[in-house]
């Protein structure tokens, strides 16, 4: 059973024209996580919720934004994408702050900029 | 230096053989540490969590050393399913919740026959 999902799994769009990815979880957890990883890169962390509360990190490009109406739910909106920005997004989720806590990644979403 | 350096391979090794990975980490204050693998285009799944006194899971051992901000895994009788990239991940924790895991770019395992 699917605990982290994304959709969709492939999206291409045009430079400049504005896209939002989505991540849902059936685990009930309070964090969720974005990650951007380009090929044969790290996965780099954008910024996560903790609850409701929003945290970015230093070196995430204003372009990036993201939105949690609810818990199991959170979208990732890239306002104005630019080549540089095709990579695949990786959601994840984990339970508490505990610093031992998995964190749970789904499949993942391939964003092609044309 | 990066915050988390790894050799990234390819370690092409026969199935059968015992391989190691090295993992080299910046931040003294990091709090926890982890093993996760990744295979071609997908996500990262865990494999399995390093604890300072060294784990071990079936043929995967993993060793921290604090002192010297090293962590390894051995893979002992390496299986063709394991040839993937091993991620090393560090994790600092956040205020205000929340866990930062920082990824090492990984390490590519090719097991042939």
């Known amino acids: 059973d699917a605990m982290v999902i994304q959709n969709p799994r492939y999206q291409v769009t045009q430079f400049g024209k504005p896209v939002t990815l989505s991540c849902s979880q059936t685990l009930n957890h309070n964090v969720m996580y974005w990650y951007q990883q380009k090929s044969s890169q790290a996965p780099k962390l954008l910024f996560h919720y903790y609850d409701k509360d929003f945290n970015n990190e230093a070196d995430t490009p204003d372009n990036f934004q993201s939105r949690r109406p609810n818990t199991s739910f959170c979208f990732l909106d890239i306002r104005s994408p630019g080549l540089g920005d095709a990579a695949m997004y990786l959601c994840?989720?984990?339970?508490?702050?505990?610093?031992?806590?998995?964190?749970?990644f789904g499949p993942g979403t391939r964003l092609t900029v044309l | 230096r990066k915050e988390v350096e790894q050799d990234p391979g390819p370690f092409n090794v026969p199935e059968g053989a015992t391989v190691a990975f090295n993992c080299t980490y910046s931040n003294s204050a990091s709090q926890s540490f982890f093993w996760y693998r990744q295979d071609c285009r997908k996500e990262p799944k865990l494999l399995m969590s390093v604890y300072s006194s060294g784990n071990e899971d079936g043929r995967f051992t993993a060793q921290l050393n604090r002192a010297s901000q090293y962590i390894s895994l051995l893979i002992r009788d390496s299986k063709l399913s394991d040839s993937a990239t091993y991620l090393c991940v560090v994790n600092m924790g956040l205020t205000g919740g929340g866990n930062k895991l920082t990824f090492g770019t990984g390490t590519q395992l090719k097991v042939e026959l």
């Open positions: 994840a989720t984990s339970r508490e702050a505990s610093g031992l806590d998995e964190q749970f």
